[in-house]
C-alpha cells in the first residue's frame, strides 16, 4: 500500500469492510461527481441524514473523503464532502496480496473553476 495514500490506521479490512457497504459506495460515487452536503448525499442516496453522517465519519477517519467549505448566496456556508478516492485495487499474484489505495490528485485549476461556478 502506499503510504501517503490513506491514514497509516487504515489496514486492508477497514477499507473492503466500508466498500462492501452500498450506501458507501453511492455516497463515494456520489462525491467523485460534485461536493455535496450531507442533505443533498441523504437526498441522492435514499438514505437517512444521521445514516450519511455515520458512513462520511469512517470515510473521513481513513481519508477517502474529504470535507470542504461550500459559500452559499445568502452569505452563509454549508459543508459539503468530496471523495477522495481515486482507485481501490487488490492484486493476488506468485503467493503475495498487495493492495493500493490511489487518492484523487488535487488540480489547482480545476478547484478555483468549481469555486468560480458556485458565486
Same mark, same amino acid.
Request: glycine share 4%.
Given at each position: 500500500?502506499?503510504? &501517503?495514500?490513506?491514514?497509516?490506521? @487504515?489496514?486492508?479490512?477497514?477499507v473492503v469492510g466500508l466498500l462492501d +457497504?452500498? =450506501?458507501?459506495?453511492?455516497?463515494?460515487?456520489?462525491?467523485?461527481?460534485?461536493?455535496?452536503?450531507?442533505?443533498?448525499?441523504?437526498?441522492?442516496? &435514499?438514505?437517512?441524514?444521521?445514516?450519511?453522517? #455515520?458512513? *462520511? &465519519?469512517?470515510? #473521513?477517519?481513513?481519508?477517502?473523503?474529504? %470535507?470542504?467549505?461550500?459559500?452559499?448566496?445568502? /452569505? =452563509? =456556508?454549508?459543508?459539503?464532502? *468530496?471523495?477522495?478516492?481515486? $482507485?481501490? %485495487?487488490?492484486?493476488?499474484? +506468485?503467493?503475495?496480496l498487495d493492495w493500493t489505495v490511489d #487518492? @484523487? /490528485? &488535487? +488540480?489547482?485549476?480545476?478547484?478555483?473553476? $468549481?469555486?468560480?461556478?458556485?458565486?
Open positions: 500500500m502506499t503510504e &501517503d495514500a490513506v491514514s497509516e490506521d @487504515a489496514d486492508l479490512a477497514d +457497504d452500498e =450506501h458507501v459506495r453511492s455516497i463515494l460515487v456520489a462525491t467523485s461527481a460534485e461536493p455535496l452536503s450531507a442533505k443533498e448525499l441523504g437526498e441522492r442516496c &435514499d438514505v437517512s441524514v444521521s445514516s450519511i453522517y #455515520r458512513r *462520511v &465519519d469512517e470515510l #473521513r477517519d481513513i481519508d477517502l473523503l474529504e %470535507e470542504r467549505t461550500r459559500p452559499r448566496s445568502d /452569505g =452563509h =456556508h454549508e459543508t459539503v464532502y *468530496v471523495s477522495a478516492l481515486d $482507485r481501490f %485495487e487488490l492484486t493476488i499474484r +506468485d503467493g503475495d #487518492r @484523487a /490528485g &488535487d +488540480d489547482v485549476a480545476d478547484e478555483l473553476s $468549481r469555486m468560480w461556478g458556485n458565486f
